[in-house]
């Protein structure tokens, strides 16, 4: 066990602490800073009312998070820690191979769940509206559903995740952003009727892309967006 005092929990302090099992924080800290606990794989943290901010970075790779239910600013659900409000996604916490997001979530926070190196599987529910740049960047995803609930991606969202071979993209997306897909397994893709727009390298150094179905008008197509697809043989318009 191990007790906090001071205010502010100052970044990567306990780097390399690996029979780190659980924390006590008083009453006056308030903040945990970057990388404070990333990486204890031991480590079971219940995050206090007191807590009002924590930095990006400071939980990923513990055992176990839990939040307490008087916090206003976090909470938490299947090793994943949310807003308090639990409309957004902040990071994962737990590595797992599997996430259930909770149906209150709207918003995929930036990083989300970047360089998971367990994550196989994820189911994304309908409500999420937003998912921010490189959320699930270098992970080891296997297949996407992207609900027609998601208007907006940011950069980079899936970039590397070189085990991701199937995606199914929403209907209520109108752009594809840069570097979305870039260096993924995927084999085919079905381009939705409301995509006006391919990002800049979105699909850039797919080798596996085989197939690029586009339902509607085919959209503006921006520099590289296919580019470096070798075995690319079959588009539809």
Do not use: W
């Not at 404070?36 to 219940?46: I, K, P, V, Y």
């Not at 996430?99 to 926070?109: A, C, L, N």
């Not at 596996?208 to 520099?223: H, I, Q, S, W, Y």
């Amino acid at each position: 066990g191990m007790h906090c005092g001071s205010n502010y929990m100052y970044p990567g302090p306990f780097s390399g602490c690996s029979r780190l099992t659980d924390v006590t924080f008083a009453e006056g800290i308030t903040s945990i800073g970057g990388r404070g606990f990333a990486n204890h794989t031991n480590l079971d943290l219940t995050i206090p009312a007191n807590i009002i901010y924590i930095e990006d970075g400071a939980l990923t790779g513990i055992k176990s998070l839990s939040v307490a239910e008087e916090n206003m600013y976090y909470a938490s659900a299947d090793g994943m820690l949310l807003s308090g409000d639990e409309t957004v996604l902040i990071c994962y916490a737990v590595e797992k191979e599997t996430y259930e997001i909770p149906d209150t979530v709207t918003i995929i926070g930036m990083n989300a769940f970047a360089d998971n190196y367990e994550l196989k599987s994820i189911h994304i529910p309908y409500g999420v509206e937003t998912i921010g740049a490189y959320a699930f960047a270098n992970t080891t995803l296997e297949e996407v559903l992207l609900p027609d609930s998601v208007m907006s991606m940011e950069e980079s969202v899936f970039s590397g995740c070189s085990n991701l071979s199937s995606v199914r993209l929403p209907a209520g997306c109108s752009v594809i952003p840069d570097y979305a897909f870039q260096y993924t397994d995927i084999r085919t893709v079905t381009i939705p009727a409301e995509v006006t727009s391919v990002g800049s390298y979105a699909f850039y150094g797919c080798e596996n892309l085989e197939r690029v179905t586009f339902v509607g008008d085919t959209p503006n197509l921006a520099n590289g967006s296919f580019c470096d697809c070798y075995n690319l043989s079959n588009i539809t318009f």
